[in-house]
């Protein structure tokens, strides 16, 4: 009997063992249709131990994009508890832009956990932060003591979306030019670059804006990783054929980065 549990425990002890050996893109499932998730056990613990808010916040996000498709968890890389440490970060050191993406994050129902409640309370948090700081920016920039403070905030805002405009057009365009079969997509162009959008947000990293006359710029940056995984996203919600061929074509021409410069005017 003793001999019996024993082999028992030894073969759960195993079990455990390969399960904290299995890499994240084969523990969803096949390590094909996970391949944006190759070797991003490294990039989160780095970005953890170095409390890179914005590369946790995307990996995350990337995790509940395989977490919702598979409906499976990985108990050391939980997108969930990622979440919520990335969250804790940016609010003790209150950061508004990466406080802004993490809520965006928790609103997801794609790319998150589609959480109103918190989300509602981060952008409450913000704009409790966003008044504390008024003095702050007004010492640092005194050219912008005659701009009011929300118009900064909404040229900030609309800088961005115009910047992560420019990358989903562009990688658009480069879905186009990789696809054989793409007559669909380009009838669906405007809904599917909204979509694009919307969804490439949540990845993107931005620079402090800075101010030049009346205008409002932004520098957004957005990893290839993420860029994919959007793409998978939108190619599944409709249905759409990729040839492995068209895949890998696209693999080669997206850039390992995108950049773009958002530009917005502050209102009188």
């Keep these: 009997m003793i001999h019996k549990y024993l082999l028992i425990t030894l073969l759960?002890?195993?079990?455990?063992?390969?399960?904290?050996?299995?890499?994240?893109?084969s523990f969803f499932?096949?390590?094909?249709?996970?391949?944006?998730l190759q070797g991003i056990e490294a990039k989160i613990d780095k970005a953890r131990a170095e409390k890179n808010v914005q590369v946790l916040t995307a990996y995350t996000a990337l995790l509940?994009?395989?977490?919702?498709?598979?409906?499976?968890?990985?108990?050391?890389?939980?997108?969930?508890e990622l979440l919520r440490e990335a969250t804790?970060?940016?609010?003790?050191?209150?950061?508004?832009?990466?406080?802004?993406?993490?809520?965006?994050?928790?609103?997801?129902?794609?790319?998150g956990p589609n959480d109103a409640e918190c989300a509602d309370s981060i952008l409450k948090y913000i704009e409790d932060i966003s008044k504390e700081s008024i003095p702050a920016v007004t010492e640092k920039q005194k050219e912008t003591l005659s701009f009011n403070a929300q118009k900064l905030l909404s040229a900030e805002e609309y800088a961005r979306i115009d910047a992560v405009s420019q990358i989903a057009e562009s990688v658009f365009g480069v879905v186009i030019e990789s696809n054989t079969n793409v007559k669909d997509f380009v009838a669906q162009k405007d809904i599917v670059v909204s979509e694009l959008k919307a969804n490439l947000m949540l990845g993107t990293q931005f620079n402090e804006m800075k101010i030049q006359g009346r205008e409002v710029h932004v520098?957004?940056?957005?990893k290839k990783d993420f860029v994919l995984s959007t793409l998978r996203q939108s190619f599944l919600k409709r249905k759409q054929r990729m040839t492995r061929e068209d895949w890998n074509r696209l693999e080669q021409n997206l850039p390992q980065e995108y950049t773009a410069i958002g530009m917005a005017a502050i209102e009188d």
Excluded: H
Excluded at 12 to 20: C, D, E, K, R
Excluded at 69 to 75: D, V, Y
């Design 12 to 25: 759960f002890a195993i079990f455990v063992l390969s399960l904290s050996c299995q890499t994240l893109d």
């Design 29 to 36: 499932g096949s390590s094909k249709d996970y391949a944006f």
């Design 64 to 80: 509940f994009y395989a977490q919702n498709l598979s409906g499976k968890r990985n108990s050391k890389y939980d997108a969930d």
């Design 88 to 111: 804790l970060i940016a609010g003790q050191k209150k950061n508004v832009q990466e406080l802004k993406a993490l809520e965006g994050v928790w609103r997801s129902k794609v790319f």
């Design 219 to 222: 520098l957004a940056i957005l």
